[in-house]
């Protein structure tokens, strides 16, 4: 059987755009994730996935951490989640003397916080294990799933709002885009199922690289609390959430409000990446209201040092410009 080659947005326009700046790139093949620019100097830079040679490493392996991205958030007085408290596995907990905050622990600190809570892996991106969770039942379940994949699980409260990203690039806004969670609108007549599926062609037909995985216990999870299953037809023009984060990689939808923001929501985004260390970050938010309005109440939900763009340029040519002229920007700056 042929491997299946993984889509990366980042090497294929990067080899669109270098040549205008006497820059060339060339891929390895078999994986097609890792990449080597070489500038007209001479110089050459290399890139993985959506890393770049642009932000330090000190400052990258923080944002990777939620944990410690966040400790520094507040420390510097920055709107975090509350009640935000990591736990781990029973190996892991062991090697660094932590035994106590096992998932056990993990459980109580829910309990305390008061169900529904948010529970999460410490590290990767996309929404990968990030569930909502009601019930002892529920959050085990969770909790044992995301140290499959991680070594450290965080358990914090629910934040209410509109979730929103922030793309800045050296103390400019580069996009802005409101996130919305997975979700399909009701005819009537269709069950959830098929409105999944018929949701699913659509990005296919768009060549949006996202596939909704129609098994995801996340999705059976936010349906029962709703009263419904994959068998339920919803009513005309009825919106039905599937999935309660809001990544673009889980079948969420998007809006771009890069003209809308409020020049203080611009303001908290550049200093956040600045005193982070960063150059290039994309900034999370849940925000209590809309993000062009003054900011009130409103949460930084994560930051991200290699923020992924690859389903902002499927919105539309616009983006796909900025994007590109993102892009050329980064290259000129890693040249320098």
């Avoid at 982070?276 to 939900?301: A, F, Q, S, T």
Wanted: contains cysteine; charged residues 30%; aromatic residues 8%.
């Amino acid at each position: 059987m042929k491997k299946k080659k993984e889509s990366m947005l980042l090497g294929k326009m990067l080899q669109k755009i270098a040549p205008r700046i006497g820059a060339k790139v060339i891929i390895e093949p078999e994986w097609n994730i890792v990449g080597q620019i070489t500038f007209k100097s001479g110089k050459r830079s290399y890139f993985r996935y959506n890393t770049l040679d642009l932000n330090p490493m000190g400052g990258s392996e923080i944002a990777k951490d939620k944990d410690f991205s966040q400790f520094f958030m507040k420390k510097m007085g920055y709107s975090t989640v509350p009640g935000s408290k990591t736990f781990f596995s029973a190996e892991w907990g062991e090697t660094i003397g932590a035994k106590h905050r096992d998932i056990n622990a993990g459980y109580k600190h829910a309990d305390k916080l008061g169900f529904p809570v948010i529970v999460k892996p410490n590290s990767g991106s996309q929404g990968v294990g990030v569930s909502l969770v009601h019930n002892k039942k529920e959050f085990f379940k969770s909790a044992k799933g995301i140290f499959r994949r991680d070594r450290i699980m965080i358990v914090q409260q629910p934040v209410k709002g509109k979730d929103y990203r922030i793309v800045v690039l050296d103390k400019k806004i580069i996009s802005v885009y409101e996130r919305i969670p997975l979700n399909v609108i009701g005819d009537g007549k269709m069950t959830i199922k098929k409105l999944l599926i018929l949701k699913q062609k659509k990005f296919v037909i768009s060549k949006r690289d996202t596939n909704i995985r129609m098994d995801d216990p996340r999705i059976k999870m936010k349906l029962k609390h709703q009263k419904m299953d994959f068998n339920s037809v919803p009513k005309k023009g009825e919106r039905i959430f599937l999935l309660d984060n809001a990544n673009l990689s889980t079948g969420g939808d998007s809006m771009d409000v890069t003209n809308n923001i409020h020049p203080l929501f611009k303001k908290l985004a550049i200093n956040l990446t600045y005193d982070m260390g960063l150059r290039l970050c994309g900034v999370d938010l849940m925000i209590n209201g809309d993000i062009k309005d003054e900011p009130k109440e409103y949460y930084i939900l994560e930051i991200n040092s290699a923020p992924g763009l690859d389903h902002y340029v499927q919105m539309g040519k616009a983006q796909d410009r900025i994007v590109e002229s993102l892009y050329l920007e980064v290259l000129k700056h890693i040249e320098k």
